[in-house]
């Protein structure tokens, strides 16, 4: 059905794809895979009409095609569901998903009775908890991912193109989505799908092929193939199996109490959470989405107030008025969102760098411009970062690399404490890598570390102790012996099998 041979594409001196090439049949769901940086984006923006490529053909039934827009990519039945969502947030939900496909009654006039009903239709398909007149930026992000997957399901297309549209979503609504497309597969409906959770595409694909430097270096059948096989194509090395950190010889007594939360409040998402975080350990925040641990971090930062509660930092009640107080007195904040709250897109990888530092101080300070570069490149090459230099922009990074690029930042100036929400959302398994040994190098220089992840095998392997969020509060506490995977699921769904012990 449809071939993408020897398709490459430069964007200056960087190069996004190199005689890259794939295959996909009617009713085959094929897992796209391939590490940060490897052109896993640029090569879906290829095929979806966004990039024009350098070279290289794209092949429909057997006949030469070319896409030059995404209404070409339409019109030859190729829709794409992007990671970046593009929905118009001040549109009704109804509105974007029928968006350039809206029925009319006659010439000019959009017969927008028949737009609600085949919006209502796909969200029902989705079990989309949203109505179609809500606007599209009230939504949830997980409700928002499934409607820019309903927006490219009103093409019909043949060709299904879904980039990392799992990220935001919990169990239940991956599986429900998973059985949809494997419906609608054998139905003649072929998919690409894109992600880094391996548990999902071996769940839902058949085949994969792998990307490594901009260049196609696998194409494998996954029920013949695991894991350590796929990150062997991916990084070019064997995988390791993680550990989960310990905060050295010193016992629980001897280290320093970062942070002492007691029974905060944070209507309405957090009811009375207790927590505590001592220097050296990195301490995991586990939960299905919207269950309070992203308000509970941010309650902590000075980002959202607390209607309730104690917190304790370094021994003394706070309650910061705002991030930069927060930042300030060393703590510092990540968030999984680094477009939005993390990177300065059109400032270069330097300064990017060096943001965190300068918020630590109260007066202008003036840089020497030379040992910024200098000291930047030292940090490009400890931290692994891949980029062009020193001076792009941070937008030109891929996403595991700008959020390397964010660790280091806060690396820089070794906070007391550093808050993370879901900070490897959309991040390959050999960045991860990297980003869990970072945390685990400031983790052994004293920081105290809480992640939140939805991630549970991250969870798993990263955390010393984790913390359990169910509906607001903390419903159990997993360490030692009782962290395990069945365990923590059950508690996530709301078994209480280990009671939360106080100050654990």
């Known amino acids: 059905m449809l071939q993408a041979q020897h398709i490459s594409k430069h964007f200056g001196g960087v190069t996004a794809l190199k005689d890259a090439s794939l295959s996909?049949?009617?009713?085959?769901?094929?897992?796209?895979?391939?590490?940060?940086?490897?052109?896993?984006?640029?090569?879906?923006?290829?095929?979806?009409?966004?990039?024009?490529?350098?070279?290289?053909?794209?092949?429909?039934?057997?006949?030469p095609l070319a896409i030059n827009s995404p209404s070409d990519a339409r019109s030859h039945g190729i829709a794409v569901a992007y990671q970046d969502l593009s929905l118009v947030p001040r549109l009704s939900v109804a509105e974007n998903i029928l968006l350039g496909r809206e029925p009319c009654r006659r010439p000019g006039f959009v017969d927008t009775r028949k737009v609600r009903s085949r919006a209502a239709e796909l969200l029902a398909r989705l079990q989309v908890d949203a109505s179609p007149d809500d606007l599209a930026g009230d939504l949830e992000p997980a409700a928002q991912s499934l409607v820019e997957v309903a927006k490219a399901l009103a093409w019909e297309p043949r060709i299904l193109i879904l980039d990392e549209v799992t990220a935001s979503l919990h169990h239940d609504q991956v599986q429900h989505l998973f059985a949809l497309l494997?419906?609608?597969?054998?139905?003649?409906?072929?998919?690409?799908?894109?992600?880094?959770?391996?548990?999902?595409?071996?769940?839902?694909?058949?085949?994969?092929?792998?990307?490594?430097?901009?260049?196609?270096?696998?194409?494998?059948?996954?029920?013949?193939?695991?894991?350590?096989?796929?990150?062997?194509?991916?990084?070019?090395?064997?995988?390791?199996?993680?550990?989960?950190?310990?905060?050295?010889?010193?016992?629980e007594a001897e280290r320093e109490v970062v942070?002492?939360?007691?029974?905060?409040?944070?209507?309405?998402?957090?009811?009375?959470?207790?927590?505590?975080?001592?220097?050296?350990?990195i301490i995991g925040l586990a939960g299905l989405q919207g269950q309070g641990q992203a308000e509970f971090l941010r309650a902590i930062y000075g980002q959202i107030p607390f209607g309730g509660g104690r917190v304790e930092y370094g021994g003394?009640?706070?309650?910061?008025?705002?991030?930069?107080?927060?930042?300030?007195?060393?703590?510092?904040?990540?968030?999984?969102?680094?477009?939005?709250?993390?990177?300065?897109?059109?400032?270069?990888v330097t300064e990017n760098l060096f943001l965190a530092r300068l918020a630590k101080k109260r007066l202008v300070t003036i840089l020497n411009p030379r040992l910024l570069q200098d000291e930047a490149r030292r940090q490009i090459k400890q931290l692994r970062i891949v980029a062009g230099s020193a001076g792009h922009p941070a937008s030109s990074l891929s996403g595991g690399n700008q959020q390397k690029l964010i660790i280091g930042r806060w690396l820089a100036v070794q906070p007391r404490?550093?808050?993370?929400?879901?900070?490897?959302?959309?991040?390959?398994?050999?960045?991860?890598?990297?980003?869990?040994?970072?945390?685990?190098?400031?983790?052994?220089?004293?920081?105290?570390?809480?992640?939140?992840?939805?991630?549970?095998?991250?969870?798993?392997?990263?955390?010393?102790?984790?913390?359990?969020?169910y509906e607001g509060e903390i419903i159990a506490i997993l360490q030692g012996s009782e962290k395990t995977e069945e365990a923590l699921v059950a508690a996530m769904l709301g078994m209480k099998q280990t009671r939360p012990k106080e100050g654990a």
């Open 259 to 281: 942070l002492a939360v007691t029974n905060l409040q944070v209507p309405p998402r957090v009811r009375g959470v207790t927590l505590t975080a001592r220097a050296g350990e």
């Open 417 to 469: 404490l550093l808050l993370l929400d879901d900070p490897t959302k959309g991040v390959d398994v050999s960045a991860r890598r990297e980003i869990h040994d970072l945390l685990r190098q400031m983790a052994a220089a004293g920081t105290a570390v809480l992640i939140s992840s939805s991630d549970n095998e991250e969870l798993l392997a990263i955390a010393e102790r984790i913390y359990v969020f």
């Open 316 to 348: 003394a009640a706070v309650a910061f008025a705002s991030p930069r107080e927060a930042v300030r007195r060393g703590i510092g904040f990540i968030s999984g969102d680094r477009e939005r709250e993390g990177i300065l897109p059109v400032r270069s």
């Open 182 to 251: 494997r419906a609608m597969s054998q139905k003649g409906l072929a998919i690409l799908f894109v992600s880094h959770r391996f548990d999902e595409v071996f769940s839902l694909c058949q085949t994969a092929v792998v990307l490594r430097g901009g260049e196609s270096v696998a194409s494998v059948q996954l029920d013949q193939v695991d894991e350590a096989d796929v990150v062997y194509h991916m990084t070019g090395t064997r995988p390791e199996k993680y550990q989960a950190v310990t905060a050295g010889a010193q016992s």
């Open 24 to 63: 996909l049949a009617p009713g085959e769901i094929r897992a796209l895979l391939g590490a940060n940086g490897s052109g896993k984006s640029t090569l879906v923006k290829v095929l979806g009409g966004l990039v024009a490529p350098d070279s290289g053909t794209i092949f429909l039934d057997g006949k």
